[in-house]
């Protein structure tokens, strides 16, 4: 395993790296709230559609929300559309796997959940759920390429990097989902992705991910 001097060397040349493309964090700050204002703008018939189908589909609201990890560890809540039904008990075996996969860092999701209907299915399968998070990206709590935002019971899963993954803002899409995602076995695997896109994060690197998205949407990789 690796030793303390190698997570503060990594840690201080992550901070390097960040320190000195300063320029490039504030350029990508300006075109992540022109890209989101765009595509909010060309998104509104899936603004007016989506959200009625999801509640002619089941009781409840159209969003949903839960708390993920941001920039500098800071908590922020993830907006979603909401691909699930309420139910009063959870399967007990799914929920068993559930709590098996958080403590043995297996990025865990029922691929037959029986909470997930219909519409639930099909905004997953595209990825559709998680366009909401345009408004986390106008927001300034996420970027639209970074990397992936992780839920607070997974911070315990490689502590040690939890400083150099929070050290910019999580995305929508990013490395690991453009080319590791139909894996989708560890977060181990995710967190080495997240580290290696920190590390040699450019300007160039993101337009290439963005690229790289809609071929991953289309093939619908490690969605479901």
């Known amino acids: 395993m690796f030793d303390e001097k190698y997570f ?7 901070k390097a790296s960040i320190d000195n493309k300063k320029a490039q964090l504030r350029i990508k700050r300006v075109l992540d709230i022109f890209l989101s204002i765009i595509l909010i703008i060309i998104l509104i018939p899936v603004w007016v559609v989506i959200p009625i189908l999801i509640m002619l589909s089941s009781t409840g609201p159209a969003l949903y929300s ?3 990890v941001g920039h500098n560890k800071k908590l922020f809540r993830c907006l979603k559309f909401r691909s699930m039904i309420a139910v009063k008990h959870y399967n007990k075996e799914d929920e068993k796997s559930f709590l098996e996969a958080v ?24 990825s559709i759920d998680e366009l909401p998070q ?4 106008l927001m300034g709590d996420m970027s639209i390429v970074g990397p992936r935002p992780l839920v607070p019971h997974m911070l315990h899963l490689h502590a040690e990097f939890n400083d150099i993954r929070s050290a910019i803002k999580p995305g929508i899409t990013g490395k690991w989902q453009t080319e590791n995602r139909i894996n989708n076995t560890s977060a181990s695997d995710m967190i080495e992705y997240d580290i290696a896109y920190i590390e040699t994060f450019n300007l160039v690197t993101d337009l290439k991910i963005l690229l790289k998205t809609p071929i991953s949407v289309i093939k619908a990789q490690g969605a479901f």
């Open 134 to 137: 345009l408004f986390n990206v």
């Open 103 to 126: 403590q043995t860092g297996v990025l865990f999701k029922p691929k037959n959940d029986s909470r997930v209907n219909w519409i639930g299915k099909l905004i997953r399968k595209t």
């Open 8 to 14: 503060f060397s990594k840690k201080l040349a992550v």
């Open 66 to 68: 839960n708390y993920r």
